[in-house]
């Protein structure tokens, strides 16, 4: 349970953290809250030869800015479920990072970090597919601004360029009136998720579905989203039992999950129609009439 | 009442309130002062502001550090093994495989009865029979270069035949594990003629169940310091259960017992895990090799990989019952992983065989109890040690046997309950009252309690989830102290000191649960001294009489007992003095209270027991004993399957109530209740701690935990794979200890250890099957398995929608 030797260096800015990660180059890894990274190297199943401390690089609150909500990259979990503006402006942001590890882990973790390991079974990511969220990176060829779904690729790995580290997270803020949902299935309290479903969505003045984001997170490589196919089934018609179920039976038939400890592939699959229709409903039951939309 | 006792810590002496139905009591009509209270004790604050040392707290100066080089195979020959790379980082002090072992062997014959040659090295020389066994030790002056040398002996392995299911490795083309053959042990007991009762009986029920390889996930990990004193004794202060481990020491470092000394240190959890040696001989050859302190702390991987494991049972029962609820006949088969080596699997298979047919009175009965070496990780001993597996055995037959006569799952189990001077398949009668009665029916009754009291929406907040809801209850068997024929002692040694403060000196080992505590308390009861001026010395093979290891439920009983003798033989060694000073004649006339020894009823009559000490010395009357408490003995003859097994027995009754998602199969426990007869509690705050301890770790076991073993590679070797529950995930479980049948413990009181880590499993598969109306019969009782009864309910077209659970 001892990391091989690495180098150390800290970070005191953004600019000087794209520096030192192109002096380090494939050997140099970025530590933010170090809840992934640092059990992996105690685990030698991450050996960097050096690591970027980036905790010095920043600290700024959550804040709005032209009706999107910024997250800056050193925000740990705990400040998301619990901050004020984080709840007022996208409360499923708050509620995903209720989901997150247990307490030690929310108080460290952050979502730079989070968003920037890619883990499938990562709750952030799945909302921020779901929110339409984007990543804010700075590179050595300057900042830019990647969609949250063409930022996850596959298993950890991002569409971020050698020399580039996450500087924020960004979401549309969530208009009173539409109705939210994160749920996930877990074996036992604080551990990865088995299925995570979130769902935003807007009814029309009649209650009628308006418009419809649903992802799926942990069951492949990446969070899925599925907002067009719940869309072909509920747009414009009533969110039901009936019509839900539909939806998560279609959800179901779109993802593969692999097998793991806590849960069959087969298990996971069938839980997903289970979960999405669970969350359909819950945000549903949250959305007002002639909402947001 | 000196100054300094409060009414919470010495209540004034009142009766002990009998509890239960009268008549049927053994009651002594004793009164105590300090037994019974919930007094604390310097460990408990000690624990919590982190102040007490534990086995990894300690360090000498010049410590090197140990690490083990574990087998990567399940089942290897070994070619090679090539140390050069490991002895080439700086700071590597000793590099040793086999060849440097001076007698490479771990000798514990398990069975008591002389049945298990089989010798396990301490490392593998030619060959490895499971992933995780020991090969190399090494030792650096740093963790850190101790884990870069181990990765760096490069072991040479061939490939070579291995069997990872117990009833495969008992076909007769099997690859032998040993060349003494895969059957390590099978214990057979018959009693009448059970074949023919099965045949003639009203209704059969046939059931087979199957658990899990579970892991004793103690908080503290195995850790341990050891160095070479002046006098030249391989000293070592260590986690462990079992200080006289020392003599096994011993022989693997060639060197008189004398010259190893094992200090054991509190304990942070043990639950049989700390009872086989487990760092103790790597640390002692590090040290003797290198002549320096060594520490070494197993990861929680290498626990989690490595260290033995309970054993999975497969169980197959056959139960024959009359139309009016009778048990007439009963078949048990139990085949259990012994894993690779034998550690104390003979005897966790004996204690599953003795109570196989549960706390029922069985006229015709046979069990057979098989021991298998599979290439699987070791197992050996866990909390509840054979007698636990069972119960989930035979308590889901109960329930089976109740639905097919259409009789309530109370009544079928009232008509069987074995009474005192009832018989076990063994022929042994029980010789003291069995309460089991009760424990079932308070259970009930708190049960009902909690549900009438309200609690949280079924739900959980989800309203868009479908449950169903569900009652379940279990009643178990488990012996206390080890088997008569190992006619077991334990040794005590006590003094008054000149101020009249006591000292007990005693080689009891605390796992945590207040070993040491409840001495103090039964010390003070005898004589009188306040449980703050007891020293209650443990643990040190030099220093204090063997009282044996902290297992089986067998350290109140014993150590309990040894204290209590020697406790009383000092009162009365001294008691010749007092009345000569305070001129009375007869001892009995005495009494010892609050520090001092009083004639009764008369008030201004009396010495402190400093007073007393000085004068018993001056008199060369000195004021310590040494006393040896001997447990009943008795005999057991292997080839018939009859004799005298465990000195006694603890019963006991949990009921819960469980929510089931009929979508995801996700198992909510509404409430939970635990009930255990212990006859009479020394602290009964450490009593329901050790009920409610044991009810959550059986809840584990019941529904989450497991190490899956695939072709003997253990795939959870982290606790983010191992599912042991935490706060968030259990219930607050109502702890009811009753003091009905007296037992033989000190002032009565019986083994609480392990009993209650057994019913769980059985609760929650009963109450899961009176929800939805389908038995899982394989542990641990998981969501998916959960779906899958469903689905073959459904299958089979049952209906059995309800709203509330079913009247016991």
């Given at each position: 349970?001892?990391?091989?030797?690495?180098?150390?260096?800290?970070?005191?800015s953004?600019?000087?953290?794209?520096?030192?990660?192109?002096?380090?180059g494939?050997?140099?890894?970025?530590?933010?809250?170090?809840?992934?990274?640092?059990?992996?190297?105690?685990?030698?199943l991450?050996?960097?030869?050096?690591?970027?401390?980036?905790?010095?690089?920043g600290?700024g609150e959550?804040?709005r800015e032209?009706?999107?909500?910024?997250?800056?990259?050193?925000?740990?979990?705990?400040?998301?479920?619990?901050?004020?503006?984080?709840?007022?402006?996208?409360?499923?942001?708050?509620?995903a990072?209720?989901?997150?590890?247990n307490?030690?882990v929310r108080?460290?973790?952050?979502?730079?970090g989070?968003?920037?390991?890619?883990?499938?079974?990562?709750?952030?990511?799945?909302?921020?597919?779901?929110l339409?969220?984007?990543v804010?990176?700075?590179?050595?060829?300057?900042?830019?601004?990647?969609?949250?779904?063409?930022f996850?690729?596959?298993?950890?790995?991002?569409?971020?360029?050698?020399?580039?580290v996450?500087?924020?997270?960004?979401?549309?803020?969530?208009?009173?009136?539409?109705?939210?949902?994160?749920?996930?299935?877990?074996?036992?309290?604080?551990d990865?998720?088995?299925?995570?479903?979130?769902?935003?969505?807007?009814?029309?003045?009649?209650?009628?579905?308006?418009?419809?984001?649903?992802?799926?997170?942990?069951?492949?490589?990446?969070?899925?989203?599925?907002?067009?196919?719940?869309?072909?089934?509920?747009?414009?018609?009533?969110?039901?039992?009936?019509?839900?179920?539909?939806?998560?039976?279609?959800?179901?038939?779109?993802?593969?999950p692999?097998?793991a400890?806590?849960?069959s592939?087969?298990?996971?699959?069938?839980?997903?129609?289970v979960?999405?229709r669970r969350?359909?409903?819950?945000?549903?039951?949250?959305?007002?009439?002639?909402?947001?939309? | 009442?000196?100054?300094g006792?409060?009414?919470?810590?010495?209540?004034?002496?009142?009766?002990?309130a009998?509890?239960?139905?009268?008549?049927?009591?053994?009651?002594?009509?004793?009164?105590?002062?300090v037994?019974?209270?919930?007094?604390s004790?310097?460990?408990?604050?000690?624990?919590?502001?982190?102040?007490l040392?534990?086995?990894?707290?300690?360090?000498m100066?010049?410590?090197l550090?140990g690490?083990?080089?574990?087998?990567?195979?399940?089942?290897?020959?070994?070619?090679?093994?090539?140390?050069?790379?490991?002895?080439a980082?700086?700071?590597?002090?000793?590099?040793?495989?086999?060849?440097?072992v001076?007698?490479?062997?771990?000798t514990?014959?398990?069975?008591?009865?002389g049945m298990?040659?089989?010798?396990?090295?301490?490392?593998?020389?030619?060959?490895?029979?499971?992933?995780?066994?020991?090969?190399?030790?090494v030792?650096?002056e740093?963790?850190?270069?101790?884990?870069?040398?181990?990765?760096?002996?490069?072991?040479?392995?061939?490939?070579?035949?291995?069997?990872?299911?117990?009833?495969?490795?008992?076909?007769?083309?099997?690859?032998?594990?040993?060349?003494?053959?895969?059957?390590?042990?099978?214990?057979?007991?018959?009693?009448?003629?059970?074949?023919?009762?099965?045949?003639t009986?009203?209704?059969?029920?046939?059931?087979?169940?199957?658990?899990?390889?579970?892991?004793h996930?103690?908080?503290?990990?195995?850790?341990?310091?050891?160095?070479?004193?002046?006098?030249?004794?391989?000293?070592?202060r260590?986690?462990t259960?079992?200080?006289e481990?020392?003599?096994?020491?011993?022989?693997?470092?060639?060197?008189?017992?004398?010259?190893v000394?094992?200090?054991?240190?509190?304990?942070?959890?043990?639950?049989?895990?700390?009872?086989?040696m487990?760092?103790?001989?790597?640390?002692?050859?590090?040290?003797?090799?290198?002549?320096?302190?060594?520490?070494?702390?197993?990861?929680?991987?290498?626990?989690?990989?490595?260290r033995?494991?309970?054993?999975?049972?497969?169980?197959?029962?056959?139960t024959?019952?009359?139309?009016?609820?009778r048990i007439v006949?009963?078949?048990?088969?139990?085949?259990?992983?012994?894993?690779?080596?034998?550690?104390?699997?003979?005897?966790?298979?004996?204690?599953g065989?003795?109570?196989?047919a549960g706390p029922?009175?069985?006229?015709?009965?046979?069990?057979?109890?098989?021991?298998v070496?599979?290439?699987?990780?070791?197992?050996?001993?866990?909390?509840?040690?054979?007698?636990?597996?069972?119960v989930?055995?035979?308590e889901?037959?109960?329930d089976?046997?109740?639905?097919?006569?259409?009789?309530?799952?109370t009544?079928?189990?009232?008509?069987n309950?074995?009474?005192?001077?009832?018989q076990?398949?063994t022929?042994?009668?029980?010789?003291?009252?069995?309460?089991?009665?009760?424990t079932l029916?308070?259970?009930?009754?708190?049960?009902?309690?909690?549900a009438?009291?309200?609690?949280?929406?079924?739900d959980g907040?989800?309203?868009?989830?479908?449950?169903?809801?569900?009652?379940?209850?279990?009643c178990g068997?488990?012996?206390?102290?080890?088997?008569?024929?190992?006619?077991?002692?334990a040794?005590?040694?006590?003094?008054?000191?000149r101020?009249?403060?006591?000292?007990?000196?005693?080689?009891?080992?605390d796992?945590?649960?207040g070993?040491?505590?409840?001495?103090?308390?039964?010390?003070?009861?005898?004589?009188?001294?306040?449980?703050?001026?007891?020293?209650?010395?443990?643990?040190?093979?030099?220093?204090?009489?063997?009282?044996?290891?902290?297992?089986?439920?067998?350290?109140?009983?014993?150590?309990?007992?040894?204290v209590?003798?020697?406790?009383?033989?000092l009162?009365?060694?001294?008691?010749?003095?007092?009345?000569?000073?305070?001129?009375?004649?007869?001892?009995?006339?005495?009494?010892?209270?609050?520090?001092?020894?009083?004639?009764?009823?008369?008030?201004?009559?009396?010495?402190?027991?400093?007073?007393l000490?000085?004068?018993?010395?001056?008199?060369?009357?000195?004021?310590?004993?040494?006393?040896?408490?001997?447990?009943?003995?008795?005999h057991?003859?292997?080839?018939?399957?009859?004799?005298?097994?465990?000195?006694?027995?603890?019963?006991?009754?949990?009921?819960?109530?469980?929510a089931?998602?009929l979508?995801?199969?996700?198992?909510?426990?509404?409430?939970?209740?635990?009930?255990?007869?212990?006859?009479?509690?020394i602290?009964?705050?450490r009593?329901e701690?050790?009920?409610?301890?044991?009810?959550v770790?059986g809840?584990?076991y019941?529904?989450?935990?497991?190490i899956r073993?695939v072709?003997?590679?253990?795939?959870?070797?982290?606790?983010a794979?191992?599912?042991?529950?935490?706060?968030?995930?259990?219930?607050?479980?109502?702890?009811?200890?009753?003091?009905?049948?007296?037992?033989?413990?000190?002032?009565?009181?019986?083994?609480?250890?392990?009993?209650?880590?057994?019913?769980?499993?059985?609760?929650?598969?009963?109450?899961?099957?009176?929800?939805i109306?389908?038995?899982?019969?394989?542990?641990?009782?998981?969501?998916?398995?959960?779906?899958?009864?469903?689905r073959?309910r459904?299958?089979?077209?049952?209906?059995?929608?309800?709203?509330?659970?079913?009247?016991a």
């Amino acid at each position: 349970m001892y990391p091989s030797l690495f180098d150390y260096a800290g970070a005191t800015s953004w600019p000087q953290a794209v520096q030192l990660l192109q002096e380090g180059g494939e050997e140099a890894k970025v530590l933010a809250g170090g809840q992934s990274l640092v059990p992996m190297m105690a685990l030698r199943l991450a050996t960097p030869a050096l690591l970027i401390d980036v905790n010095g690089a920043g600290d700024g609150e959550p804040r709005r800015e032209s009706g999107r909500l910024v997250v800056p990259a050193l925000t740990r979990h705990a400040t998301l479920q619990r901050s004020v503006v984080v709840r007022d402006a996208c409360p499923i942001l708050a509620e995903a990072a209720s989901w997150i590890g247990n307490i030690r882990v929310r108080h460290r973790g952050t979502i730079g970090g989070s968003v920037a390991h890619a883990d499938p079974a990562g709750e952030l990511p799945c909302s921020l597919v779901a929110l339409e969220g984007a990543v804010r990176v700075l590179g050595p060829s300057g900042e830019r601004i990647i969609a949250a779904s063409n930022f996850f690729q596959t298993y950890f790995t991002t569409a971020l360029e050698p020399g580039e580290v996450v500087t924020a997270v960004e979401v549309p803020v969530i208009a009173s009136g539409r109705g939210w949902a994160f749920l996930e299935l877990i074996r036992r309290v604080g551990d990865f998720a088995l299925v995570e479903a979130a769902a935003l969505i807007d009814l029309d003045d009649a209650g009628q579905c308006a418009r419809v984001r649903l992802t799926v997170g942990a069951v492949g490589e990446r969070p899925v989203d599925l907002s067009d196919e719940a869309g072909a089934v509920l747009q414009n018609g009533s969110i039901d039992e009936a019509s839900a179920a539909e939806v998560g039976r279609r959800a179901s038939a779109a993802v593969d999950p692999p097998d793991a400890v806590h849960g069959s592939g087969a298990y996971r699959r069938e839980m997903v129609a289970v979960y999405v229709r669970r969350a359909l409903l819950a945000a549903a039951a949250r959305a007002g009439r002639g909402g947001a939309a | 009442m000196t100054a300094g006792v409060d009414a919470r810590t010495a209540p004034p002496a009142v009766p002990v309130a009998p509890v239960g139905p009268p008549g049927e009591l053994v009651r002594t009509g004793e009164t105590f002062r300090v037994v019974g209270t919930s007094i604390s004790h310097r460990d408990f604050e000690q624990k919590v502001r982190g102040e007490l040392s534990y086995a990894d707290d300690w360090r000498m100066p010049g410590m090197l550090y140990g690490r083990i080089v574990r087998a990567q195979l399940p089942s290897a020959l070994i070619e090679r093994i090539d140390r050069s790379g490991a002895l080439a980082i700086p700071g590597v002090h000793a590099v040793l495989t086999a060849a440097d072992v001076p007698r490479n062997a771990i000798t514990e014959e398990a069975s008591g009865l002389g049945m298990d040659p089989i010798v396990q090295p301490v490392l593998a020389a030619d060959r490895v029979r499971y992933q995780g066994e020991p090969v190399a030790v090494v030792a650096a002056e740093t963790a850190a270069a101790a884990e870069d040398a181990a990765d760096r002996v490069l072991v040479d392995y061939r490939d070579h035949p291995g069997v990872f299911d117990p009833e495969a490795a008992l076909a007769p083309d099997a690859p032998l594990v040993h060349r003494q053959g895969n059957r390590l042990v099978e214990w057979r007991l018959e009693r009448g003629d059970p074949d023919e009762a099965l045949r003639t009986a009203d209704a059969v029920v046939e059931g087979e169940y199957r658990t899990q390889f579970v892991d004793h996930a103690y908080m503290e990990p195995e850790a341990g310091v050891g160095w070479i004193d002046g006098d030249g004794v391989v000293t070592l202060r260590v986690a462990t259960q079992v200080i006289e481990h020392a003599r096994e020491i011993a022989q693997i470092l060639g060197v008189p017992h004398t010259k190893v000394r094992v200090i054991g240190t509190y304990m942070g959890g043990g639950f049989g895990g700390k009872e086989d040696m487990t760092i103790e001989p790597y640390l002692a050859l590090l040290v003797w090799a290198t002549r320096r302190p060594v520490k070494m702390v197993w990861s929680r991987q290498e626990s989690l990989l490595a260290r033995q494991k309970r054993h999975p049972f497969t169980m197959y029962y056959r139960t024959g019952v009359m139309s009016d609820g009778r048990i007439v006949g009963e078949t048990v088969r139990i085949v259990g992983d012994a894993g690779a080596y034998p550690l104390l699997s003979p005897r966790v298979l004996f204690a599953g065989a003795v109570t196989a047919a549960g706390p029922y009175d069985v006229p015709n009965v046979r069990v057979e109890s098989t021991a298998v070496f599979t290439n699987n990780v070791p197992t050996s001993a866990m909390r509840g040690f054979g007698a636990m597996q069972v119960v989930f055995g035979y308590e889901s037959q109960m329930d089976r046997l109740a639905d097919q006569l259409g009789l309530s799952r109370t009544e079928i189990r009232e008509r069987n309950f074995i009474k005192k001077g009832g018989q076990l398949p063994t022929h042994e009668q029980l010789d003291t009252y069995v309460a089991v009665r009760e424990t079932l029916q308070t259970a009930l009754e708190a049960l009902d309690e909690e549900a009438g009291s309200g609690d949280a929406a079924l739900d959980g907040g989800d309203t868009n989830a479908h449950y169903l809801v569900g009652r379940g209850f279990a009643c178990g068997i488990q012996p206390y102290g080890r088997s008569r024929f190992f006619a077991d002692r334990a040794s005590c040694w006590m003094g008054l000191e000149r101020d009249g403060s006591a000292v007990v000196r005693i080689g009891v080992t605390d796992l945590g649960a207040g070993q040491a505590a409840s001495l103090a308390q039964i010390t003070a009861e005898v004589l009188g001294v306040h449980p703050d001026r007891i020293s209650v010395h443990i643990a040190d093979t030099a220093l204090t009489p063997l009282s044996g290891g902290t297992f089986g439920t067998r350290q109140l009983y014993m150590s309990g007992n040894a204290v209590l003798k020697t406790a009383r033989e000092l009162r009365d060694k001294l008691a010749p003095v007092a009345t000569s000073l305070l001129g009375v004649d007869d001892p009995a006339e005495l009494e010892f209270a609050d520090d001092r020894v009083a004639v009764r009823g008369g008030a201004d009559r009396f010495l402190s027991l400093a007073e007393l000490s000085g004068a018993a010395e001056e008199r060369g009357v000195m004021p310590f004993h040494l006393s040896t408490f001997e447990a009943e003995t008795g005999h057991f003859d292997v080839r018939t399957g009859r004799g005298q097994t465990f000195p006694d027995f603890t019963f006991g009754t949990h009921a819960a109530d469980v929510a089931v998602d009929l979508e995801t199969g996700q198992i909510r426990i509404l409430r939970y209740v635990a009930c255990h007869d212990v006859g009479r509690m020394i602290n009964p705050q450490r009593v329901e701690g050790q009920i409610q301890g044991g009810a959550v770790q059986g809840i584990g076991y019941a529904l989450s935990e497991e190490i899956r073993i695939v072709e003997g590679i253990p795939e959870s070797s982290l606790f983010a794979d191992y599912l042991m529950p935490t706060s968030a995930d259990v219930p607050d479980v109502r702890a009811i200890p009753l003091e009905i049948g007296l037992g033989k413990g000190p002032f009565g009181a019986r083994g609480i250890g392990e009993p209650p880590i057994a019913p769980p499993a059985a609760v929650l598969a009963n109450a899961v099957a009176d929800a939805i109306g389908v038995r899982i019969t394989e542990l641990p009782i998981t969501p998916e398995r959960v779906l899958a009864a469903l689905r073959e309910r459904r299958g089979v077209g049952a209906d059995r929608e309800r709203g509330g659970p079913t009247p016991a």
